[in-house]
């Protein structure tokens, strides 16, 4: 009923930058926040970031000030921009929205794909 697509991710160098998008797409009747989350190999998916609906924000005290997280409303989209990045930022990026689908007005999670960011020192 609700998917998710993300695109970006890949590979980069120590202090650099890449940026990740998630598409949300689907019966969607409203979405009440989005984030993004990461697993490392051998470690418990942890949150990144998360973004309410009405713009509220909240960080892992790892990646402040380093991280950026922001929505595109009209398009369902939800970014986040990474600079000085640093190797133990590597891991599957995983972006989850909870959302309210149409006609049941169900409560869902969903989590999109996953894609891998690889820093390299």
């Known amino acids: 009923q609700v998917q998710l697509v993300q695109s970006g991710g890949g590979l980069v160098q120590a202090g650099g930058s890449l940026r990740l998008s998630c598409a949300a797409s689907?019966?969607?009747?409203?979405?009440?926040?989005m984030g993004w989350y990461r697993q490392a190999p051998g470690k418990q998916r942890e949150l990144v970031a998360d973004i309410t609906s009405g713009g509220s924000t909240n960080y892992a005290d790892s990646v402040k000030g380093r991280f950026t997280i922001s929505t595109d409303n009209a398009k369902n989209t939800v970014y986040l921009q990474m600079n000085s990045l640093k190797p133990e930022d590597t891991a599957v990026y995983y972006c989850?929205?909870?959302?309210?689908?149409?006609?049941?007005?169900?409560?869902?999670?969903?989590w999109g794909q996953g894609t891998l960011v690889t820093v390299s020192s």
């Open positions: 689907g019966s969607i009747f409203l979405i009440n926040s």
């Open positions: 989850k929205t909870d959302a309210v689908v149409t006609i049941s007005y169900r409560f869902l999670t969903v």
